[in-house]
T-cell receptor, first 113, second 111 residues
Framework: DVKVTQSSRYLVKRTGEKVFLECVQD?????MFWYRQDPGLGLRLIYF???????EKGDIPEGYSVSREKKERFSLILESASTNQTSMYLC????????????FGDGTRLSIL | SQQGEEDPQALSIQEGENATMNCSYK?????LQWYRQNSGRGLVHLIL?????REKHSGRLRVTLDTSKKSSSLLITASRAADTASYFC???????????FGSGTQLTVLP
């Protein structure tokens, strides 16, 4: 069965900290995505990656960076956390073959104090 | 940018009734997908409809697509309490690997 695992379900950090959110998929998918989800705004794409060491900006990349050193792992980095980055973060992956749906992890609820 | 907009934002029905959710989008699409999200969990893919299809069924789900009106609907028949969740439409345009999600419909099915 398809599995996308996010390292933490809940995370509390302080303003100014560097925060790492990790995501691992076991499906050999080429594509990986990071979204944030806020009430009333749906899911907004932060960054995505089509291949190892490749990254593309999504709709709201400011304040974030990503790393994809291995095909199965996609990390989201908050360089200097701010309170407006308190949110639910969702990782997803998909195959490049044909019209494939995205498979999601259970999310990380991040609070920045 | 937000492509899809779901309507209504919230829907409350009795078990056994049908639930209909609508999605409107702005630009031409390759396909439209519906996802479900239980509270505090990730999204789960339900069904995909291609731009050249008008209707698709999967179990108790029926999806329609009207590209002339840039709209789609998701019908859940004979709803159950376990169908309580948020439902999102997602569209892809241009690159088939990115999706743009709407803000979702919160469905509550009362037992």
């Amino acid at each position: 069965d398809v599995k996308v695992t996010q390292s933490s379900r809940y995370l509390v950090k302080r303003t100014g900290e560097k925060v790492f959110l990790e995501c691992v998929q076991d499906m050999d998918h080429e594509n990986m995505f990071w979204y944030r989800q806020d009430p009333g705004l749906g899911l907004r794409l932060i960054y995505f990656s089509y291949d190892v060491k490749m990254k593309e900006k999504g709709d709201i990349p400011e304040g974030y960076s990503v790393s994809r050193e291995k095909k199965e792992r996609f990390s989201l980095i908050l360089e200097s956390a701010s309170t407006n980055q308190t949110s639910m973060y969702l990782c997803a992956s998909s195959s490049q073959r044909g019209l494939q749906p995205q498979h999601f992890g259970d999310g990380t609820r991040l609070s920045i104090l | 940018s937000q492509q899809g907009e779901e309507d209504p934002q919230a829907l409350s029905i009795q078990e056994g009734e049908n639930a209909t959710m609508n999605c409107s989008y702005k630009t031409s699409i390759n396909n439209l997908q519906w996802y479900r999200q239980n509270s505090g969990r990730g999204l789960v893919h339900l069904i995909l409809i291609r731009s050249n299809e008008r209707e698709k069924h999967s179990g108790r789900l029926r999806v329609t697509l009207d590209t002339s009106k840039k709209s789609s609907s998701l019908l859940i028949t004979a709803s159950r309490a376990a169908d309580t969740a948020s439902y999102f439409c997602a569209t892809d345009a241009g690159s088939a690997r990115q999706l743009t999600f709407g803000s979702g419909t919160q469905l509550t099915v009362l037992p």
